[in-house]
């Protein structure tokens, strides 16, 4: 059985920070999906929150452990969602990088929190006291929107804490969720990323405009120029055409007698 470790700042006890406490749990990714999940979330995002935090003031956790109370062993007083992101704190912490996230270290809930499910989605709902990591998300590390995606399903659940409660956020009309913190939308999205071809948690502006990742912007500036380039190329056969055209009805006029200058 887990124990608590009591221990308070107000008391002058030394709380380990995030050097100091495990930087994982031993467990292992559950499928080769959620990696790619990941990382197109993070690098779709990262224009807007360049635009929010222009001095770089933010952190983004992929699988990383909150810690969020003491216990023996350290990494049971853990939660590690597979994407979250925290405003208004250092990317890293005295110069390191950080191992984890921990809560009586930094003071600020990340502003969503998302987890994947790879089984039955039970334990991303689980509202055990203590142990249930819908109740640790809801009462302790308290991130106003926590968002359960589930891939089988093709959907995903987003909550909003209000008045210290979860509850369920209604989709829009274009069937995605506002997260205002952001300025932007989540929802899902059928293609193909990283030669995968599933149904995708993603984000889009408050437009409906779906956020790119890296390759895909990419992908579009090369379309992009291509068909400047293919354009280009029919302006220039057209004036061809066209000069060729003229030097005809010049030869033409020239044998009648005329001059095309004239």
């Not at 690098?43 to 109370?69: E, K």
């Not at 989605?121 to 308290?142: C, L």
């Not at 979860?166 to 829009?172: C, E, G, M």
């Not at 993603?202 to 293919?230: F, I």
């Amino acid at each position: 059985m887990t124990s608590i470790i009591t221990a308070s700042p107000n008391l002058g006890v030394s709380l380990p920070d995030h050097t100091q406490l495990p930087e994982s749990d031993g467990t292992f990714v559950k499928n080769f999906q959620e990696h790619p999940q990941s990382i197109l979330l993070t690098d779709s995002i990262a224009p807007v929150l360049q635009q929010l935090h222009p001095d770089g003031q933010y952190c983004i956790g992929q699988d990383c452990g909150i810690y969020w109370r003491l216990t023996d062993p350290p990494e049971r007083g853990a939660e590690a969602p597979d994407w979250f992101y925290v405003p208004n704190v250092p990317p890293t912490l005295d110069g390191q990088v950080r191992r984890s996230y921990v809560l009586w270290q930094e003071y600020i809930a990340p502003s969503i929190v998302l987890e994947f499910v790879s089984g039955d989605g039970s334990e991303e709902r689980d509202p055990t006291r203590i142990t249930g990591k819908f109740w640790i998300y809801e009462q302790v590390i308290r991130p106003p929107f926590y968002g359960i995606y589930e891939v089988r399903q093709a959907r995903v659940e987003v909550y909003q804490l209000l008045a210290g409660k979860y509850y369920l956020v209604t989709a829009n009309e274009r069937g995605r969720f506002p997260i205002p913190p952001l300025g932007v939308e989540l929802g899902i999205w059928q293609g193909r990323y990283q030669n995968l071809e599933l149904p995708w948690l993603r984000w889009w502006d408050a437009n409906g405009n779906l956020l790119l990742a890296g390759s895909e912007r990419a992908e579009l500036e090369r379309q992009e120029k291509e068909l400047a380039q293919q354009q280009a190329e029919e302006e220039r056969q057209r004036a061809e055409q066209e000069r060729q055209r003229a030097d005809r009805l010049a030869a033409q006029l020239r044998a009648l007698g005329i001059d095309p200058e004239a």
